[in-house]
């Protein structure tokens, strides 16, 4: 039982990636998702979550109007899709279940982090 975030890598400036949460053992429509990520040196950041039955995402106002949270229930599968990429958003990327109407991590289940390095 676990999720698993993959997807980083090492892109320049105003580029793009689609990091994706995968579950295992267990099925991500019953909970909601967030993104986190952890620069070196910095506190842990959130990103982006979306809710399981409310319909509702939050954004950083970092990376607001430049990533996009959805899910593929049908693929258990959630996706953050960022483009115009900035060195700023180097870090390791985390997905985790968030509580339903606060972008927090609920504790319940962490993915591994995924590795996105922007720099030209």
């Known amino acids: 039982v676990q999720l698993q975030a993959f997807g980083g890598g090492l892109v320049q400036p105003g580029e793009s990636l689609r990091l994706s949460c995968a579950a295992s053992g267990f099925t991500l429509d019953s909970y909601a998702i967030g993104w986190f990520r952890q620069a070196p040196g910095k506190e842990r950041e959130k990103i982006s979550c979306i809710s399981n039955r409310a319909g509702l995402t939050y954004y950083a106002p970092s990376v607001k109007d430049r990533f996009t949270i959805s899910r593929d229930n049908a693929k258990n599968t959630v996706y953050l899709q960022m483009n115009s990429l900035k060195p700023d958003d180097t870090a390791v990327y985390y997905c985790?279940?968030?509580?339903?109407?606060?972008?927090?991590?609920?504790?319940?289940?962490w993915g591994q982090g995924t590795l996105v390095t922007v720099s030209s």
């Open positions: 985790a279940t968030t509580y339903e109407l606060l972008c927090d991590p609920d504790g319940k289940y």
